[in-house]
């Protein structure tokens, strides 16, 4: 049983302890997620055989709509997904140059 599964649902909260309890599971589940995350630009940047091979318009353009399909099926506002992991997406490629570039 993972953290946020032991927290209680969203829509049977009842009052604001709960939902912080949740908010702060949730957080700390992101971060583990982001470690992993950033585990494969670990990877990527040790793969690459160039550093000009680290921006990839194209793929970053795919995770974009793909994270915002997701979303907007989920009923979250796709403008701010998209936001969201545009920010993503261009620091896990600042984290990998830096990465690439130690190598």
Excluded: H, N
């Amino acid at each position: 049983m993972t953290e946020t599964q032991s927290t209680i649902d969203p829509a049977d909260c009842t009052t604001m302890t709960e939902v912080r309890e949740g908010v702060d599971a949730v957080d700390r589940a992101l971060v583990d997620l982001l470690v992993r995350r950033f585990g494969y630009m670990d990877a990527a940047a040790r793969i690459k055989p160039e550093r000009g091979a680290v921006r990839d318009e194209s793929r970053k353009a795919a995770v974009i709509d793909a994270a915002a399909e997701r979303a907007e099926a989920a009923g979250l506002p796709e403008d701010v997904i998209r936001a969201l992991w545009d920010q993503l997406v261009e620091s896990s490629i600042a984290y990998e140059l830096k990465r690439f570039d130690a190598r």
